[in-house]
C-alpha cells in the first residue's frame, strides 16, 4: 500500500475498544450490574521477525517461467531482495511471476505483457521499466521518500515498486481469512498498478469487492477484500 495518501500507524487498521455506556446509578435496593465481559479476539498466527533493516545488499532474483507473448506493449521489470530478511527467495520469485502473469492481473487490463530484464541485461545497462523491490522497512522509507511510509507501509516510486517486507511476511488484518499469498499478490498489483499510471481510489460500496487501487492494507471501509485487477473490469 503506497503512502501517498495520509499515512498513520498501523494500529489505525484496528478499530479502538468501545467503552461501554454508562447507565444511571442504581437505586439503593438495586443490585449492581456484573461488569461487561470483554469480546474474545482471535489470536493472530506468529510469523517470522522482520528486522527493521536488512544487510544492505540488495540482489535480483530471476522470476522462474517463460515472459508472456502476444501483442501487448512490453513493459519490463526486474525482482529483487534485500538481504538478511526472513525470504523464502524462490517462493517469492514464484509468486511475482505468476502474480504478473496472471489471467485477472495488469496484463488484460492495460493491454501490457511483463518481459523480465535478465541480470545479464542489467549489468550491461539495460533499465527495466518497473524494479520490484522487496527490502526492509528502513530501506523502504529511505526509498520511498518523500512519501511517508513509517516502517509499516510500501510504495511506487521513481520506477521502482518498493513492497515493504514487514507487509509481505506479516499481512494486515483485511486479508487475515486469507492466505498470505493473497495479500502477497495485492500488494504487487498495487505497487505496480501506480507505476502504470493509477492512483488511489475509494471503496466503491459497502459488501462490495475493493478495487485493487485502494488502500486496502490500511481497512477496507466496508469493502471486501480483492487481489486483481481484472475482477472488477467491466
Given at each position: 500500500m503506497?503512502?501517498?495518501?495520509?499515512?498513520g500507524?498501523?494500529?489505525a487498521m484496528f478499530p479502538a475498544t468501545t467503552r461501554p455506556a454508562t447507565s444511571a446509578p442504581p437505586t439503593r435496593s438495586a443490585a449492581p450490574s456484573p461488569a461487561p465481559r470483554p469480546t474474545p479476539t482471535a489470536t493472530p498466527k506468529p510469523t517470522a521477525t522482520v528486522p527493521i533493516k536488512g544487510n544492505g545488499k540488495v540482489a535480483q532474483v530471476v522470476v522462474p517461467g517463460q515472459d508472456s507473448g502476444g501483442t501487448g506493449r512490453v513493459v519490463t521489470y526486474a525482482f529483487e531482495i534485500e538481504g538478511g530478511l526472513p525470504i523464502d527467495r524462490t517462493a517469492a520469485a514464484t509468486l511475482?511471476?505468476?502474480?504478473?502473469?496472471?489471467?485477472?492481473?495488469w496484463q488484460p487490463v492495460k493491454h501490457v505483457r511483463f518481459v523480465q530484464v535478465s541480470p545479464s541485461q542489467r549489468a550491461r545497462g539495460v533499465k527495466p521499466d518497473i524494479t520490484i523491490s522487496l527490502v526492509s522497512p528502513d530501506r523502504t522509507d529511505r526509498w520511498c521518500a518523500p512519501l511517508k511510509t513509517e516502517g509499516l507501509w510500501s510504495c511506487a516510486n521513481k520506477d521502482r515498486a518498493v513492497i515493504n517486507a514487514r507487509r509481505w511476511v506479516g499481512g494486515v488484518q483485511g486479508f487475515s481469512a486469507k492466505p498470505r499469498s493473497d495479500y502477497q499478490s495485492y500488494v504487487l498489483n498495487h505497487e505496480?498498478?501506480?507505476?502504470?499510471?493509477?492512483?488511489?481510489?475509494?471503496?466503491?460500496g459497502e459488501g462490495k469487492l475493493a478495487p485493487v487501487m485502494m488502500q486496502q492494507s490500511m481497512g477496507l471501509k466496508g469493502c471486501r477484500p480483492n487481489v486483481?485487477?481484472?475482477?472488477?473490469r467491466g
Open positions: 503506497t503512502a501517498s495518501l495520509a499515512s500507524s498501523e494500529d511475482v511471476g505468476s502474480t504478473l502473469r496472471d489471467s485477472r492481473g505496480v498498478g501506480h507505476e502504470l499510471g493509477h492512483g488511489h481510489v475509494g471503496c466503491p486483481w485487477p481484472a475482477t472488477l
